[in-house]
């Protein structure tokens, strides 16, 4: 589980948009469904676009799926979209607030068309939802 900038914010960031509810909810919340779900979950944040870029890079090696909030970095950065598709990992895209409701510049992902699916506008929700569609992919295969 990928998150990008401004993520670790959460709590007490614009919380009318994204909820009260801290990135460490989150990954408790998140680790939890793992458990249930019998799937092993690294939860990790970064400011910084190189370093999702090398995280993505890296899970070639480690994992078998990929669950991103890329922030901002959806909207802007070729260099992850360019990550997934190396990597090719099924990767699904979550977004706490609901971006196709937002303003324009939101409304376009570069990930969305190297992700399987993309889940938006459910809250802290859109995390469990996206890991269950993750390892429901996964296992379909
Ligand atoms: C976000 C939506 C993005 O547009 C924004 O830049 C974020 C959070 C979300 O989870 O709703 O940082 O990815």
């Known amino acids: 589980m990928l998150n990008g900038p401004n ?11 994204y909820g009260a509810r801290t990135l460490q909810d989150i990954s408790s919340e998140l680790e939890k469904t793992a458990a249930s779900l ?3 979950l690294t939860f990790f944040q970064s400011n910084h676009e190189g370093v999702l ?3 993505i890079q890296a899970a070639l090696a480690l994992y078998q799926g ?21 990597v090719s990992l099924p990767t699904v895209e979550v977004h706490l607030s609901n971006v196709h ?14 992700a399987i699916g993309q ?23």
Not at 101 to 114: D, G, L, M, T
Not at 119 to 141: N, T
């Open 7 to 17: 993520l670790n914010m959460l709590g007490k960031r614009e919380p009318t948009i």
């Open 38 to 40: 019998e799937v092993l």
């Open 53 to 55: 870029v090398d995280k």
């Open 66 to 86: 990929i669950l991103i909030n890329p922030g901002a970095y959806t909207h802007t950065s070729v260099a992850i979209r360019d990550a997934i598709a190396a």
């Open 101 to 114: 409701q937002r303003e324009a510049f939101r409304q376009h992902s570069y990930i969305a068309p190297v």
């Open 119 to 141: 889940i938006s506008g459910f809250g802290s929700d859109s995390y469990r939802l996206g890991l269950e569609g993750l390892v429901q992919h996964l296992r379909s295969k």
